[in-house]
């Protein structure tokens, strides 16, 4: 299959280029490079540095006219969307607006789209979270990634545009920004390499269900062919609490680092585990890679790529 995946050198993306790569698929990447990063692009997808929004990407389409898009390019930083709204917005809600539009137009067989299982649902009612959950979002971005799911089911109504939407809970693994304020696998991996102290937010006892990125990877490798114009929740069914995520890292890069703790996160959610049920009935999808082994993976990769 041709297969276009937008975000392709960021975190999440360029594990998909990967596997999609490992099925025998031939593989673009169109990515603006806000945060994803060349190296992180397999040598053998070819990188375009284009901005969805940009006339490049039409005639993107138009060249590689691929079978399938896969949709990950967006601003992923809850903090960034409520500083700039209007930003987060126009990269999420309207760059899949145009996404679900232009692979309508070039005759795209399906989107496969990357949603937020922690942000779309708000404070969770009832845990696990499943799909018939009410959507109330509690950040701008919860909001702007809702907006992309919606275009897509738009399109498939007006045009007949097929789609899947998998709705993540929290990614980790290789490759993630220990920089950014997102990712507190990343983040304290990066410190306690380091032999740094790591804040832990509020009491720390806040749990959330943390899912290896190469997990990911393989949803979106039984969606090209499965699940067709449906959303899927695609989590471990586990919460898992920052004290936890604490300690087993100390645990796996020998340290013994005592956590300082700071203020709660305002605005954040407190607890959620995602119901995948669903996603394992028609996608063939479960989990493989437990916390522990996750971690495990995510620290080794660090070490070699300090
Ligand atoms: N990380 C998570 O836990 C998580 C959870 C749920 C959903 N998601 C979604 O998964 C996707 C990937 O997230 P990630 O954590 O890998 O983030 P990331 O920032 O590493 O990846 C996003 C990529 O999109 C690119 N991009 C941003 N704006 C663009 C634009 N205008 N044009 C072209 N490319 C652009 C960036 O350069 C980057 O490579 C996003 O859609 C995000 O909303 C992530």
Known sequence: MRIMVTGG?????????????????????????ATGRRANVHRDARLYEIDIHARETERLFEEFHPE?????????????SSGDPVHDLEVNGGGTARIAQLAARQGVRKVIYASSGGTVYGEPQSLPVTESHPIAPMSNYGLSKYTGELYLELTHRTAGLDYTTLRY??????RQDPHGEAGVVAIFTGL??????????????????YLYVGDIARANVLALTAGSCEAYNVGTGEGTTVNTIFSTLNRATANAIEPRYGPPRPGDVRNFWLDSAKAGRELGWAPRVSFDEGITLTVAWFQANR
């Open 9 to 33: 050198a960021g975190f999440i993306g360029s594990h998909i280029v990967e596997a999609y790569l490992a099925e025998g698929h031939e593989v673009c990447v169109l990515d603006n490079l």
């Open 68 to 80: 399938v898009v896969n949709h990950h390019a967006a601003q992923a930083s809850v903090k960034v």
């Open 169 to 174: 809970g929290n990614a980790y693994g290789p």
């Open 192 to 209: 306690m390499l380091r032999g740094e102290q790591c804040t832990i937010d509020g009491d720390g006892e806040q749990k959330k269900d």
